[in-house]
């Protein structure tokens, strides 16, 4: 796959999942302000924004496992990642892990995501989309240009990989839910 389609089809995943996100404005905020982890409910609202439009499908790492084991060999059919997604269209796959930074994240995250990348530069394959996504949210800065936001962002460390431009919508009293992604070579 070139890396014109792989940028094509990250900025589609993300255009749906920030219009789906930004429709449940509300609960994101709620979930936000109490400041738990909640990767899981935006993995399968990602995977909802997916499916919604009849364009794509997608799936969750539990209900896509059976289906890597039967369909792809090497690293990818051991691993257990965030979302599957194939554009229908060309059937282009997409394979996408996910990690959420807020107010109670840690510096172990960073590692985390690290890791998260690893995993995906480990599936040896050039015609298919590897893409991390961080979801940041705040109901009270602006993760895009809040220092303590932006450096702590800036302190990710996962090689050289594409950074696509964020997508973000205002939430809470001054905050920001922005989605960042990268694809992984």
Not at 17 to 31: D, M, S, V
Not at 110 to 125: G, V
Not at 154 to 182: R, T, Y
Request: net charge negative.
């Amino acid at each position: 796959m070139k890396p014109d389609q792989k940028r094509s089809l990250a900025e589609e995943l993300l255009r749906n999942a920030i219009g789906h996100f930004e429709a449940n404005k509300a609960e994101l905020e709620r979930r936000v302000a109490l400041g738990a982890s909640f990767e899981d409910w935006l993995n399968a609202r990602f995977m909802r924004a997916c499916n919604r439009l009849g364009e794509m499908m997608a799936v969750t790492e539990a209900a896509y496992a059976g289906l890597t084991d039967d369909n792809w060999e090497g690293p990818i059919s051991r691993e257990r990642l965030d979302l599957f997604a194939v554009r229908l269209l060309d059937g282009v796959p997409a394979f996408v892990e996910c990690a959420i930074v807020h107010r109670t994240t840690h510096d172990k995250w960073r590692a985390k995501i690290a890791w998260d990348a690893e995993k995906l530069r480990r599936i040896d394959r050039d015609d298919v989309l590897k893409m991390v996504v961080v979801y940041c949210c705040s109901v009270a800065q602006d993760v895009l240009t809040d220092p303590t936001w932006t450096e702590w962002i800036d302190g990710i460390e996962f090689g050289a990989v594409e950074k696509l431009p964020p997508l973000s919508f205002p939430i809470g009293n001054g905050g920001q839910f922005a989605l960042m992604a990268w694809i992984v070579p």
